[in-house]
């Protein structure tokens, strides 16, 4: 049974960096498929942001990209998001998921981040 | 403003057939697979359908997907209580090099 969980700060300050960690149980990170962070701002549609592959190799959405760092601690099973100068515009519920073909058929239940002083 | 767009509501009565429409262009829908996800109210979304027509285990055969150009759909057959939830669709965008969702679409079972 493939689960995910999400762990990090709730609150964070404007300008600061956003970071957050998906930890992977039930499923090797190392055994394909790719690894991905997708958003949703309270009673709003969802955002995919970007994915990483065990390898390393990453692709970022091209709105965020310029913020955005993905990476993966494959000896720890878990992936982690990065997002920099955030705003309250940032705000959102923060899911990580398992993806193959830009399918994600594996979520964890999200985390609410919330940017504010 | 979501590069796929849906409908923001839709509705129906229980035992009902409902059809949910999602429409994008010839750079994601019109070349790649569309997923459908579901999300009731606090929870995660969960994956309804992707490639071809394919449902996860678990997801009833209540739930259909189809393609036609650069517009797909979602059709749930003998809608019950229970489906009242938000859908989004999905797809890989190849000029934009990702993923991208409808803005989805709430479904009131009356």
Redesign the interface.
């Known amino acids: 049974q493939v689960q995910l969980q999400e762990s990090g700060p709730g609150l964070v300050k404007p300008s600061e960096t956003l970071s957050l960690t998906c930890t992977v149980s039930g499923y090797s990170i190392n055994s394909g498929y790719y690894w991905?962070w997708?958003r949703q701002p309270p009673g709003k549609?969802?955002?995919?942001i970007?994915?990483i592959y065990h390898s390393g190799n990453t692709?970022?959405?091209?709105s965020l990209k310029s913020r955005v760092t993905i990476s993966a601690d494959t000896s720890k099973n878990q992936f982690s998001l990065k997002l920099s100068s955030v705003t309250a515009a940032d705000t959102a519920v923060y899911?990580c998921a398992r993806?193959l073909?830009?399918?994600?058929?594996h979520?964890?239940?999200?985390t609410l981040v919330t940017v504010s002083s | 403003q979501?590069v796929l767009t849906q409908p923001p509501s839709a509705s129906g009565t229980p035992g009902q057939r409902v059809t949910l429409s999602c429409s994008g262009s010839s750079s994601n829908i019109g070349s790649?697979?569309v997923?459908w996800?579901q999300q009731l109210p606090g929870a995660?979304?969960?994956?309804l359908i992707?490639?071809k027509n394919h449902r996860?285990s678990g997801v009833p055969d209540r739930f259909s997907g189809s393609k036609s150009g650069t517009s797909a759909s979602l059709a749930i057959s003998g809608l019950q209580s229970e489906d009242e939830a938000d859908y989004?669709c999905?797809?890989?965008d190849d000029s934009?090099?990702?993923?991208?969702?409808?803005?989805?679409t709430k479904l009131t079972v009356l």
Do not use: C, H, M
């Open positions: 991905g997708i549609g969802l955002e995919w970007g994915s692709y970022y959405s091209p899911y993806e073909s830009g399918s994600f058929d979520w964890g239940q999200g | 979501s790649n697979t997923n996800y995660a979304p969960k994956l992707s490639s996860p989004y999905a797809a890989w934009l090099n990702g993923v991208v969702f409808g803005g989805g």
